[in-house]
């Protein structure tokens, strides 16, 4: 399994309307092969938009489609540039 996280840090009264569009995303996803889940993580001074996928091949599927053009294109439709990491992941329980 591949998850990969986008932190963002921004001030939690600002960050309503970056959490409603990942959430508006994240239904849109259910539907991508390969893709797992969606979290976010909130705290006071950071979002973290927590993806899970079968593979890195789906992840990577998945930027190089519409959907992913839709939810990141210019014109201001994609989220504030943050930091992206990717990390195996294995549930154990």
Not at 73 to 82: A, D, F, V, Y
């Amino acid at each position: 399994m591949l998850v990969t996280v986008t932190r963002v840090q921004i001030p939690k009264e600002q960050q309503g309307h970056l959490a409603a569009a990942f959430r508006k995303g994240a239904q849109e996803l259910k539907q991508f092969p390969g893709f797992l889940g969606f979290e976010l993580w909130l705290n006071d001074t950071t979002l973290e938009a927590v993806s899970r996928w079968e593979s890195r091949q789906a992840m990577e599927a998945y930027t190089q489609s519409d959907l992913f053009r839709a939810h990141h294109g210019r014109g201001g439709g994609g989220p504030p540039p943050g930091q992206i990491e990717y990390f195996d992941g294995e549930v154990v329980t």
